[in-house]
């Protein structure tokens, strides 16, 4: 377990200097280094049981998120800012750079600034407070901002995503072969076509509506730690979600109430490289493209072979 850690030490001084002013030279030749040490450890160590396949899936969808930050760290010449920053830790003054050692949340004064920043620009996704993160979509809070308030409402929610999530699973879990390590099919060819496609939407639902309880339940998990035990701020911890029941159109599903977590991840990995090749419309189809191809290596890793089937899905989504 301690060794394919140790590969991702690299993408850590990477984020180390992405903070640092003057370093955009050696975080380029520190990027094939890093790149090379997470697919090494993503792909190269395995899990053996047919139980723990899905770890497999984890390591693998966690290497392609740690690339696309590898990318953008290395290759933004003026380092990653946050809101108001001219330069990292410096902020914009009236007609000059003001130097401000606090340039957001730091409650822990035993930590380092420099390791506080490194650990927060490693964990953060929708980049709040960042520079790369302006622009993103965030639901209005949907719980008190007091901080006791905020954490027994936190807790409620927990325990409700919690039971529902174990609720959904033991019912996925009734269908053969569906809830199988192994794998299966959804769709059962040894029933009448009204049944068998009756049955194949009750368990698309219920798939559904398990990824989103388990959403839920590991982002509640995820705030009552850093706000309960590492006095985050409730208001850096806005919700993941904004009811995707509610979406009336594909375009304000994946644009506003599905999470964002991704969004610079696909933007990294596909959209950049398209927009460079065909405008906004590589923009478009390179983001999604990514996202397609985000998903499908990740389930490559559990030994299923390669299909398109998820490329072309997140294609069909653009039109």
């Given at each position: 377990?301690?060794?394919?850690?140790?590969?991702?030490?690299?993408?850590?001084?990477l984020?180390?200097?992405?903070?640092?002013?003057d370093?955009?030279?050696?975080r380029?030749?520190?990027?094939?280094?890093?790149?090379?040490?997470?697919?090494?450890?993503?792909y190269?160590?395995?899990?053996?049981?047919?139980?723990l396949?899905?770890?497999?899936?984890?390591?693998?969808?966690?290497?392609a998120?740690?690339?696309?930050?590898?990318?953008?760290y290395?290759?933004?010449?003026?380092?990653?800012?946050?809101v108001?920053?001219a330069?990292?830790?410096?902020?914009?003054?009236?007609?000059?750079?003001?130097?401000?050692?606090?340039?957001?949340?730091?409650?822990?004064?035993?930590?380092?600034?420099?390791?506080?920043?490194?650990?927060?620009?490693?964990?953060?996704?929708?980049?709040?407070?960042?520079?790369?993160?302006?622009?993103?979509?965030?639901?209005?809070?949907?719980?008190?901002?007091?901080?006791?308030?905020?954490?027994?409402?936190t807790?409620?929610?927990?325990?409700?995503?919690?039971?529902?999530?174990?609720?959904?699973?033991?019912?996925?879990?009734?269908?053969?072969?569906?809830?199988?390590?192994?794998?299966?099919?959804?769709?059962?060819?040894?029933?009448?076509?009204?049944?068998?496609?009756?049955?194949?939407?009750?368990?698309?639902?219920?798939?559904?509506?398990?990824?989103?309880?388990?959403f839920?339940?590991?982002?509640?998990?995820?705030?009552?730690?850093a706000?309960?035990?590492?006095?985050?701020?409730?208001?850096?911890?806005?919700?993941?979600?904004?009811?995707?029941?509610?979406?009336?159109?594909m375009?304000?599903?994946?644009?506003?109430?599905?999470?964002?977590?991704?969004?610079?991840?696909?933007?990294?990995?596909?959209?950049?490289?398209?927009r460079w090749?065909?405008?906004?419309?590589?923009?478009l189809f390179?983001t999604f493209t990514?996202?397609?191809?985000?998903?499908?290596?990740?389930?490559y890793?559990?030994?299923?072979?390669?299909?398109?089937?998820?490329?072309?899905?997140?294609?069909?989504?653009?039109?």
């Amino acid at each position: 377990m301690i060794l394919p850690v140790l590969y991702y030490f690299p993408f850590f001084v990477l984020a180390y200097l992405a903070r640092r002013s003057d370093t955009h030279l050696i975080r380029i030749l520190l990027l094939p280094v890093t790149l090379s040490g997470i697919v090494t450890a993503a792909y190269r160590f395995v899990w053996i049981p047919p139980e723990l396949n899905v770890y497999n899936w984890g390591q693998c969808l966690l290497a392609a998120v740690t690339i696309a930050k590898s990318l953008e760290y290395a290759l933004n010449k003026e380092g990653m800012l946050k809101v108001g920053e001219a330069r990292p830790g410096k902020m914009k003054g009236k007609g000059k750079e003001a130097s401000n050692e606090s340039t957001s949340e730091h409650k822990l004064p035993f930590v380092p600034r420099a390791i506080y920043d490194t650990v927060e620009l490693v964990h953060t996704l929708r980049g709040l407070q960042w520079k790369f993160g302006q622009g993103i979509y965030v639901p209005k809070p949907n719980r008190p901002q007091e901080r006791g308030p905020f954490l027994y409402a936190t807790f409620i929610s927990f325990i409700r995503n919690f039971l529902l999530l174990d609720f959904l699973e033991s019912m996925i879990k009734l269908f053969p072969g569906v809830g199988s390590p192994f794998g299966g099919s959804m769709f059962y060819p040894s029933l009448p076509l009204p049944w068998r496609y009756s049955v194949s939407t009750v368990i698309h639902v219920l798939t559904g509506s398990t990824i989103l309880a388990g959403f839920g339940m590991v982002y509640d998990l995820i705030t009552l730690i850093a706000v309960g035990c590492l006095d985050g701020s409730p208001a850096s911890w806005p919700p993941v979600m904004d009811n995707p029941w509610g979406a009336d159109s594909m375009h304000r599903l994946w644009s506003k109430h599905w999470h964002q977590l991704l969004r610079q991840t696909f933007v990294v990995l596909g959209g950049y490289p398209g927009r460079w090749l065909a405008g906004d419309i590589g923009l478009l189809f390179g983001t999604f493209t990514a996202s397609g191809l985000f998903h499908e290596y990740a389930m490559y890793s559990m030994g299923g072979g390669y299909s398109h089937a998820a490329p072309w899905m997140h294609g069909i989504a653009v039109v």
